[in-house]
């Protein structure tokens, strides 16, 4: 069974929303728990390295890959009527079980729509987006402990989770596959509006949940390309967090700089597309790869470029913002 589970020289093009070619060595489409712990012992006796991926929404290759990309796959929503907890399979879509929650009654993620990716990636990113974070409705997950060999629990603690940021993104964590994710939702509808940009987008209507979804949806598809139609992984950088000092010694000389408060009152969130725009990055290109036209975070595959192409865009971005402004940048997608 492992020999038809293992593909060999598997073409990456289909699995990251970038649109880069690369081949991986061996390939695993993992849908249950006995898959996965027959690709693991693949990889084991054959001395090979491991990448865990999902839809790749949030993953540049930037070379062939030498060892076994697991594609988790892994389908099911648990779910009894009446309770508000919820559990779903690290193989699902998240926007559509954000649809799905909502079809049945339950709140609080409505904020999150349209985020790509999968189940399985949402903690490991720490998923956010119009004032909503991941971690807000987050009950337990399970993963697979690879060096220990069993399925294991974890609570909101064990994640550590902070802006974008996950004990999984850590050394700790490289060898913990998450299978699958539990939240603890609302029963009642009690939409959150406080994000400004969404505050303003909102028709003057009653608001319900439903309506914030599909404010989310209008707002995202306006201001993010289709990967389908223009290969792109979303935002590309974090929005920096810095001290309160360096804001106000910045805004002697760039007066508009936007800055928002964090949970710490000596940090503030400064927006990277704004910091990219200002320091001339909206009409960079490097290859086939461009900054799209509309968004300065948003980096695109506009003429087959490669991931090198990319990255190296990246690379210049980040260097121009940290001339102008002395903030390094954090890249938030993931490189391979």
Known sequence: MTASLIQQQVDLTPYNSFGVSQTAAYFANIQTLEQLQQALQFAEANGIP???LGDGTNTLFIKDYPGLILHMNWKGIEWAEGEARIKAACGESWHGFVIHCLNIGLYGIENLALIPGKIGAAPIQNIGAYGVELEQFFSQLEVYDVEAGEVRVMSK?????????????????QKLIVLSMTLELRLDSAPNTDYQALKAALPDAPITAQLVFDTVCQIRRRKLPDPAKLGNAGSFFKNPVVSRSKVESLKQQYPALPAYATDD?????????????EAGCKSMTRGGAAVHKDHALVLVNQNSATGEDIRLLAQEMSSAVLHRFGIDLQVEVRII
Do not use: M, N, V
């Not at 603690?157 to 964590?173: H, L, M, N, P, T």
């Open 265 to 277: 009152a000596q940090l503030l969130k400064l927006p990277a597309a704004w910091l990219l725009q």
């Open 157 to 173: 603690q064990d994640c550590e989770f902070s802006y974008r940021d996950s004990i999984f993104k850590r050394e700790a964590g």
């Open 50 to 52: 491991l990448q865990i």
